[in-house]
């Protein structure tokens, strides 16, 4: 059974720090997604990392993924108030095939930004 | 785009009762997605479907859980009877076909069973 652990759970923060957001997976992958989440809202995709090596970047939030680690990181730059919100990581298995490609989901990182 | 609907967005009912929540996924999306996320944990997938059939229901309480997506678009979930642990948010998501995942989720029904 895959297992995906984040840490930390809870990150409190100060604007303009940086801060790195940890994802660890049990089992061999190389397709891992970020997802964000406001209090009472949805999930927003934020990165799709489909190959060892991947890293991506958004304004604030930089992404990457090592799968011989089988571990990602969302890194977090100069952090301002408006990235307050929970960050998941979900993991994709490397030996989905066919047409089941299920995703298993972390527990998320609620981070708070202060002023 | 239009993303993906649901509804209702809030459900209270008491413990026994019937409940069903109704998701329009994105317009030409053929995997559709079915997720429970309790307070303070991630999304944990109920049951997957490719256009009108189910690829994925292991995590499905079948004894009280159904589904169906009888014209691969539209699609319902269905809790009867409905237990308190069944309290949660029901994520609808779902994405163009199953190996391009990334999965687009809908707002939720959060239900509250007394």
């Known amino acids: 059974e895959l297992k995906v652990e984040q840490n930390p759970l809870f990150l409190s923060m100060q604007e303009g720090k940086n801060y790195t957001i940890y994802c660890n997976y049990s089992?061999?992958?190389?397709?891992l997604y970020w997802y964000r989440q406001d209090p009472g809202k949805s999930l927003e995709s934020l990165f799709v990392?489909?190959?060892?090596?991947a890293v991506k970047q958004e304004g604030r939030l930089m992404a990457s993924l090592d799968t011989k680690a089988r571990l990602s990181t969302l890194h977090i730059t100069a952090a301002v108030h408006d990235l307050s919100a929970t960050y998941f990581c979900a993991v994709e298995p490397g030996n989905s095939g066919g047409s089941n490609y299920k995703l298993t989901f972390g527990k998320g990182t609620l981070l708070t930004v202060n002023p | 785009e239009a993303g993906v609907a649901q509804s209702p967005r809030y459900k209270i009912i008491e413990k026994r009762q019937s409940v069903a929540f109704w998701c329009n996924p994105i317009s030409g999306h053929a995997t559709l997605y079915w997720y429970q996320q309790i307070l303070g944990q991630g999304p944990k997938l109920l049951i997957q479907?490719?256009?009108?059939?189910?690829?994925?229901d292991s995590q499905l309480p079948k004894d009280r859980f159904s589904a169906e997506r009888l014209k691969g678009v539209d699609s319902t979930l269905k809790i009867q009877p409905a237990k308190l642990e069944d309290s949660a948010v029901y994520l609808c998501a779902s994405s163009l076909y199953p190996s391009h995942n990334e999965q687009f989720f809908g707002p939720g029904t959060r239900l509250t069973v007394l």
């Open positions: 089992t061999t992958s190389d397709r």
């Open positions: 479907f490719q256009n009108n059939g189910v690829v994925d």
């Open positions: 990392l489909l190959s060892n090596g």
